[in-house]
């Protein structure tokens, strides 16, 4: 049973352009949720997709969105990259049991450093 | 004021030794928590999965919640040097649907 998988594992992109991450949730999972992680600190809520929408938002600009796909697979966008950007960008799946999530099951995370 | 407080340590234990990490946290509303280990640049692997107050244990970690004084534990008992790792804490409301994370603690267990 393959986990959270994310690609890609490492990214260097230049300030002002555009990225594209992808995840691939645990099996049986049909939540994705993203996280942004700085060096040195916890992770931060970016956002959720549920039934391929965005269900709830972390404090975080437009310049960050996200889909979700019928088979549940999500990509987190960015665009105009700063770089206070560069962080380690991890996914999260796990099951809406009636509104309520079980425990979330992360990815090995994308690196993302900008310059 | 942070939603979830975690001293980074860092934190550095001998072998068999019983190593404690603790979090507080101020939302009232928080009742899913959960406890994360990372290894550098890696994801976080989930460790501990517990709802509202009490204990549980899985093998060598106990997790512990008082709700009453907003504080979680985690307790690794005869730790090993593969423990060595960033451990965070994290919480969530009814939902589960947004977790609200510690910065992590350093933990270094020396042969």
Known sequence: DAG???SPTHLIKTRG????????????????????????????FIF????????????????????????YSSEL???ALLLGDS????????????????????????????? | ??????????LSVPEGAIVSLNCTYSNSAFQYFMWYRQYSRKGPELLMYTYSSGNKEDGRFTAQVDKSSKYISLFIRDSQPSDSATYLC??????????????????????
């Open chain 1, 4 to 6: 959270v998988t994310q």
């Open chain 1, 17 to 44: 352009q555009q990225v594209t991450l992808r995840c691939s949730p645990k099996s049986g999972h049909d939540t994705v949720s993203w996280y942004q992680q700085a060096l040195g600190q916890g992770p931060q």
């Open chain 1, 48 to 71: 959720q997709y549920y039934e391929e929408e965005e269900r709830q938002r972390g404090n975080f600009p437009d310049r960050f969105s996200g889909h979700q796909f019928p088979n």
């Open chain 1, 77 to 79: 966008n960015v665009n």
């Open chain 1, 87 to 115: 962080a380690l960008y991890l996914c999260a799946s796990s099951l809406d049991r009636g509104g309520l999530l079980t425990e979330a099951f992360f990815g090995q995370g994308t690196r993302l450093t900008v310059v």
């Open chain 2, 1 to 10: 004021q942070k939603e979830v407080e975690q001293d980074p340590g860092p």
């Open chain 2, 90 to 111: 994290a919480m969530s409301g009814r939902t589960g649907n947004q977790f609200y994370f510690g910065t992590g603690t350093s933990l270094t267990v020396i042969p």
